[in-house]
């Protein structure tokens, strides 16, 4: 009996253990979240753009501040598969519906 319950605990660790991605050859797949932000984008991004052309080009901002609707942050990050995380933030700032400010915080 104790040795069936021995093989039955071992079995279970390395069964939970597989999905943890301990175990070498374990599959793991890159996890990315927010809007993409490329070089190429941002570079197109320009003071006096309007709220329209900046939602053209870069997608819906991923948030809008409450209490400051004239700032818009785009922000994107991936936990790769490795191990290591990426990630990108911008922020639009706004001054009578034009972009007056772009700050790149991902550099």
Not at 9 to 14: G, L, R
Not at 34 to 42: C, P
Request: glycine share 6%; charged share 20%.
């Amino acid at each position: 009996m104790k040795k069936l319950l021995s093989v039955l605990v071992v079995s279970v660790a390395v069964l939970l253990s597989a999905c943890s991605g301990l175990l070498p050859g374990s599959y793991r797949v890159d996890i990315p979240q927010g809007n993409l932000i490329t070089e190429e984008k941002v570079e197109t991004v320009t003071i006096g753009m309007n709220r329209r052309q900046v939602q053209r080009t870069l997608g819906s901002p991923l948030l809008v501040d409450t209490f400051n609707q004239n700032r818009w942050d785009y922000f994107y990050s991936v936990d790769t598969k490795e191990g290591t995380k990426i990630e990108q933030h911008i922020t639009i700032v706004f001054k009578d519906e034009v972009v007056t400010k772009i700050i790149n915080n991902g550099e």
